[in-house]
T-cell receptor
Framework: DADVTQTPRNRITKTGKRIMLECSQTKGHDRMYWYRQDPGLGLRLIYYSFDVKDINKGEISDGYSVSRQAQAKFSLSLESAIPNQTALYFC????????????????FGPGTRLTVT | DQQVKQNSPSLSVQEGRISILNCDYTNSMFDYFLWYKKYPAEGPTFLISISSIKDKNEDGRFTVFLNKSAKHLSLHIVPSQPGDSAVYFCAASPNDYKLSFGAGTTVTVRA
């Protein structure tokens, strides 16, 4: 089974609708992240969380909100979707203890392809 | 403003030859550099990394070189194999959580 899962994998929605993307992990990591990928721009950080009570804005948080319901669950919401939020969204996790050994690696889910019409 | 740049959007190489992927960065605070590989319909997977105290790190067929004075790193894949056909992302971080990614280079390995 995959360590980081995302639901749904694909979603088409209309402008103005509220939508939630969900992420679950079984790696036991305390840190979780949401990124979006756009053609020609790579991955950009939307929000990140170090634990259930810690939420931080990333590079492009406007128009998004997040909720860390448990250590293993981190959801991303678009309160009122707009067409330029059409993108590929990735959830990722990392282990704080890994940084002690210098491994900054983040583990990514398979992605959610979101289309806003 | 992108702080990590991969100026070659694509690279085609013959099987068995060397693939060289390049990455430039602008932020002198970046301390750690990573390469990720991504297949279609999958998330990026970690490939290899290097810290700023080193200039080379090798893992099997993959070697990453770091030139701090030039703010440049490269990934060498020798020999290239068909399974290496994927998108490769360069990433950099000034700490242990904020990764900045390049736009990616699509590698195609020809038989």
């Amino acid at each position: 089974d995959a360590d980081v899962t995302q639901t749904p994998r694909n979603r088409i929605t209309k402008t103005g609708k509220r939508i939630m993307l969900e992420c679950s992990q079984t790696k036991g990591h305390d840190r979780m992240y949401w990124y979006r990928q756009d053609p020609g721009l790579g991955l950009r950080l939307i929000y990140y969380s170090f634990d259930v009570k810690d939420i931080n804005k990333g590079e492009i948080s406007d128009g998004y909100s997040v909720s860390r319901q448990a250590q293993a669950k981190f959801s991303l919401s678009l309160e009122s979707a707009i067409p330029n939020q059409t993108a590929l969204y990735f959830c990722a996790t990392s282990d704080r203890t890994g940084t002690a050994s210098g491994t900054y690696e983040q583990y990514f889910g398979p992605g959610t392809r979101l289309t806003v019409t | 403003d992108q702080q990590v740049k991969q100026n070659s959007p694509s690279l085609s190489v013959q099987e068995g030859r060397i693939s060289i992927l390049n990455c430039d960065y602008t932020n002198s605070m970046f301390d750690y550099f990573l390469w990720y590989k991504k297949y279609p319909a999958e998330g990026p997977t970690f490939l290899i990394s290097i810290s700023s105290i080193k200039d080379k790190n090798e893992d099997g067929r993959f070697t990453v070189f770091l030139n701090k004075s030039a703010k440049h790193l490269s990934l060498h894949i020798v020999p290239s194999q068909p399974g290496d056909s994927a998108v490769y992302f360069c990433a950099a971080s000034p700490n242990d959580y904020k990764l900045s990614f390049g736009a990616g280079t699509t590698v195609t390995v020809r038989a």
